[in-house]
DNA sequence: CAGCATCCATAGGAGGTCCCTAGTGCTGAG
DNA sequence: CTCAGCACTAGGGACCTCCTATGGATGCTG
């Protein structure tokens, strides 16, 4: 089998047209020079050089040989710099989960503070929907991602909080928004619901779950949708009614719904972002740096948690 | 220090997922292209798969690296059948020494040989001087040669004898043509020998001194050059004769010296032709093709000389 | 949820490779 | 002819490569 090491032997010693000289260049002894090119040479089934009493002479195949083997250095020498480039972010792809109402408050900004200090890379920001993150967090395919998820749940992961988000109320009808809604107002309410994939996980729906259970009563959900855009579509087509994170409010709203409103729940309930990751991983470099610059995102944005 | 069976290792990691999958495709135990992987990993200082449970994982290293794995793997493909195109005569360099004279007599005859065998080889004919073809000789840097030498000389190189060819008087003065040249008009003949650089084992020179040592007499050179082409210029300008080999008289004369004719020497004189290389060396195939080929040529031109 | 199959990691050992030092033989130059 | 330079050989130590056997973790399945 043809080696790195028997090529770098290989043109030192064409250079130098010396085995002795060619040692001397890389530092090892004669002797050792010379039985790799007698390697090289058994292994092509060539003669490379012609041992002529006072040093070497290449032949003409290692005159047609030398380009080849400079290519494989040359070839050897950028692989090694390249991941010397991606250690050091100066290239390569950072990858990352950022899925549903998380990737909102922070996606394209969060983008650009990655690109604003290594011009370099190339970042995907995974999550068109959350069964996928979640599955490719379980799955190892994604070695950690930040999700609005329910307090401590899935086996085998790592959670770890970094903000909280207050879940408010959204209708296209006034009538609804004059005073903050109820456990009981809410389980009588039409709701259009998103994250129908993840909903056994999803924060706000165990946030929900939990505020109706301590009353007594079942959560409904009349309409039930992926994307959170879509929900608050419908609510601006007066379809239902829905409850979605202040912020994803005040940013859909506008574009999506510019006829509804929001208003708080009583008691106010709370959205909690945080990092996830499988509890046996050690976190890349990169992806310590999405986990920090993510964290800074979503902190100035909603209200800070601290874990303890 | 990076090697290519770590690549190897890497790659089919990489495609088939999996280091058992790996392992069988490349006939390998599974921890052979683990330890493999690791050691690749440690030596780049990046991770390139993230373990986790059932199978592995590529990480976005892994993604940009593996690029960089295929090319070096693909140069190193490249220079193994660069090597055995080689060996085939497919491609490559061939160089071979044919000096003087004999380059008169096969030439642009050889090329086309060989071309016409192996249609994509570069042939390299050395020997535009004599000195040139005897030092390369002497140094190793030429494998073997067609000469024109005098019988059995250089220590340390084996002559073979190939063909001879009648040497032969030529003069722009017809008076000199009349009869045969004898060894007493040759002394006294006011002549031009080419081969200046070579003149203590030139053929036809060894040839004459040993024609005119028999009868006493020492040879008498007026003019001395290099080129055989020069030498017969001057003798169609009149201004000395010489003696050359009858091949040559005949391609030379018509062309570089048109009023100038030719007489045999008596006794008539020959030149030997012979291949000559070191005593020590090993042909290649390159060598021996170019060696038959040439032979072949010079016999059909000139008088054959078997070896015994 | 228990059992099974699959996959990776580790351990230990046989064989090969790499690289060294020391010495030999050959060649070319003075 | 002698000397210096260069490649080869021999032998041994250290390391690497590859194997088998085994253990631990995970995911699938009845």
Partial sequence: MLSVHQLTCF???????????AAEQLGYAQPSVSEQIR?????????????????????????????????????????????????AFETGTIRFG?????????????IADVLARYPGVR??????????????????????????????????????PVAREELVYISADPAHLATPVTAHRLSLASLVMPETSYRAVDSTRTTLRQMLHETGRNP????EVEDIETAVELVGMGLADS?????????????????????SLRPRQFDT???VHRADAVLSPAAQLMIELATQRIRAIAEPVHPR
């Fill in 123 to 160: 970042v995907e920001l995974i999550g068109q929907n959350s069964t996928e993150v979640h599955e490719d967090l379980r799955r190892g395919r994604l070695e950690a991602a930040m999700l609005a998820v329910a307090n401590a749940d899935s086996s085998g992961m790592t959670v770890t």
């Fill in 243 to 263: 409850v979605v994170p202040k912020g994803a409010a005040e940013q859909l709203l506008p574009r999506l719904a510019p006829n509804a409103g929001w208003v």
């Fill in 273 to 275: 972002f945080a990092i």
């Fill in 220 to 223: 409904q959900t009349r309409i």
């Fill in 98 to 110: 950022m899925f549903g109402i998380a990737r909102l408050y922070a996606g394209a900004g969060l």
């Fill in 11 to 21: 043109l030192a010693t064409y250079e130098q047209g010396s085995l002795t000289a």
């Fill in 39 to 87: 390697a090289l040479e058994k292994s092509l089934g060539v003669q490379l050089f012609r041992r002529v009493g006072r040093g070497v002479i290449p032949t003409t195949v290692a005159d047609t040989l030398r380009p080849y083997a400079e290519r494989v250095l040359a070839a050897v020498d950028e692989t090694q710099r390249a991941a010397q480039s991606v250690k």
